[in-house]
């Protein structure tokens, strides 16, 4: 008996042998990982859409081939995951032994061409783009937050714009934060769509994000009528369980891009895994990152730290550990998202 393929807006769980079918709505060209080369897309039945990676360069020229076609495809033993980012959601591994057949069912979905310049678009328009969709807006600064720390040393700022017909969260990385004020309108480019959590947000394409200040909207709205990030705030909390604690080296030459790893002829001296530097590790800065259990006397709640947050949560310099975290003095945090944002001890 032959074995029916399932729509992606009908997938309900994960599967190592999976048969699906739909649309390719993205494809990317071959990229290089940090160990091996990859390629990655999105694969849409017009009611939903997961993420599509794969490994294999030939597999990915097939796939190529329905989308030059126009065709819909059945995708038989693919693996299908649990996403990354999504905890409800999915995503398709397509291995070396995964077939790629013509679909005779239709499915009203378009292809991005992420090749192409970006298109400016409406803020409420940019909402119903999938995921890494280009684009570009005219939009005024409703919002900055502060800047934090997040895993690997990093550093990200929410940035709140909107138009006439919208507001969005931008995400700033690195030395792109402080750019952009309250206020200011600009027309932005070389941004992307992005999903976490199911809400989508903006981010800007490496190498390709620019923008230059224009007239003023006065017509956006104003961030108090729209969705935004919402955090909660916990009081006289104590650190119950620590879990995945670890410390990393930052590399001196690609700062957050790069973590550095012992060699090993020489426990003094580091390697960075992504520019390949070898250098002497006391000169490189640290930053750790750790899961939490905290509570109080009404409820317990699992968030993860990074960076200055553990620090000032265990109130000890590098030497920090385990053992500091869950014996450190009852202290209040904000959280978003899962993540300890700040800090604070009366």
Not at 192 to 213: A, D, N, T
Not at 255 to 266: A, H, L
Request: aromatic share 6%; charged share 30%; proline share 1%.
């Amino acid at each position: 008996m032959k074995r029916s393929a399932e729509a992606i807006s009908e997938l309900h769980s994960p599967s190592k042998n999976a048969k699906i079918e739909g649309k390719i709505s993205r494809l990317s060209p071959m990229k290089q990982g940090k160990a091996k080369s990859f390629f990655d897309g999105e694969i849409s039945d017009g009611k939903g859409s997961v993420r599509l990676y794969g490994f294999d360069k030939q597999l990915r020229e097939k796939i190529e081939r329905s989308v030059v076609a126009n065709e819909s495809v059945t995708l038989s033993g693919c693996e299908v995951k649990t996403g990354r980012y999504e905890k409800d959601g999915f995503e398709v591994l397509v291995k070396s032994g995964t077939e790629v057949l013509r679909s005779e069912r239709e499915f009203a979905v378009k292809f991005v061409d992420l090749s192409k310049d970006s298109s400016e678009m409406k803020i409420h328009e940019v909402k119903e783009l999938s995921q890494l969709a280009p684009v570009a807006v005219k939009c005024k600064v409703v919002r900055v937050n502060d800047s934090f720390e997040v895993s690997g040393g990093k550093r990200l700022q929410y940035v709140y714009v909107s138009d006439a017909s919208g507001c969005i969260k931008l995400c700033l990385w690195q030395e792109a934060i402080g750019t952009l004020f309250v206020g200011k309108s600009y027309l932005m480019k070389g941004l992307y769509v992005k999903q976490y959590l199911g809400k989508k947000h903006l981010q800007p394409i490496k190498g390709e994000w620019s923008f230059s200040e224009i007239e003023d909207i006065s017509e956006a709205v104003d961030i108090g009528d729209t969705d935004h990030e919402e955090g909660q705030k916990l009081e006289c909390v104590r650190v119950l369980g620590v879990s995945h604690f670890r410390k990393e080296c930052i590399c001196i030459e690609c700062t957050c891009e790069g973590k550095v790893v012992e060699k090993e002829d020489d426990a003094e001296l580091g390697i960075c895994s992504k520019c390949n530097m070898v250098q002497v590790k006391e000169a490189c800065q640290t930053t750790v990152a750790g899961q939490l259990l905290v509570g109080n006397s009404s409820r317990r709640l699992s968030v993860r730290g990074y960076g200055k947050v553990l620090y000032q949560i265990a109130d000890a310099g590098e030497n920090i550990d385990e053992k500091l975290l869950l014996k450190c003095k009852p202290f209040s945090l904000m959280e978003v998202n899962g993540v300890i944002r700040s800090v604070c001890r009366k």
